[in-house]
């Protein structure tokens, strides 16, 4: 087929080819404005990620759609829906449980020993569909049940403003919460009126302690007023080649108080970089 033939595919559904010249192009942008790795591998699962896109513009070729990406039009509006199809967001409640028990056993005693505050502020940086912000609310809640005058404050974000509406929504299929010990999920979670339907919503306590908000952490720079006693960042650093994992590493770790700490994914790690951070348990560090 010819570079930017559109075509019906044998299971009738409409397709449109992306070359290797729209790849590059496509490809180097995500790289430099989003810090996303795009190998060559990527090729197919971008153009089948962004057929979604050319459907929903109308379009039938990737020429079109990549002058109207970077049109002033574009660069404002589209970049942002192109950038929800591109980012993965797989997630769960309780992924890596292991944090969760570590903050209600270690870090929580420890951030109210030391930290000499009565709000303790977390970071969920790459929060995906909510459900990470989600469970750091149900523990700390289940944290200050026993500690009073106690609070918290969670501040959750993503790229996605696709993922940020459907945090913001909280209603999930009943199946994702099937694993959530009961004793939580009726405390926490609002079974739908409608029984036929098979979704929770999270109760208005626990959403009301978090604010939604659209980082790309390639923008963050550090700051000098950290306020963080905890981050949460795991998960998204994989996307990232290693000198873009160290500024955003640095980033964070800027917004972090003296003794607050990260949680990194369990595949990622700070090996090699010069951060002011020290190991506690694995993908876990502490602020210096
Ligand atoms: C695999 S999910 C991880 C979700 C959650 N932290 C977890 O571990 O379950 C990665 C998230 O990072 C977000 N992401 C990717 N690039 C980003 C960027 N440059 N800035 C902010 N978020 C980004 C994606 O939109 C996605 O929701």
Redesign the pocket.
Known sequence: MEKNDSAISSSGLYSAELSQFEFNKLSNFIMTE???KMPPEKKIMLQSRLQKRLKALNMNNFKDYIEYLFSPHGMSEEVIHM?DVV??????FF??SIHFDFMLETALPHAVKNFNTRLIKVW?????SG??PYTLAITLSEFIENHHGIDYHILA????TK?LETAVNAVYKEDRIADIPLVLKKKYFLRSKDKNQKKVRIVSALRNKIEYVR????ELTPVRNAEYHFV?????LI?FDRPTQFKILSALSSNLIKGGFLFL?HSESITGLDLPLRPIIPTVFSKI
């Open positions: 989003y810090g996303i950038m980012s993965t967001n797989k997630t769960d992924r890596e969920s940086a790459g929060c995906s459900e990470e974000s993503d790229i996605s993922m980082i790309n952490l390639l949460f960042c795991r998960n998204v996307y994914g």
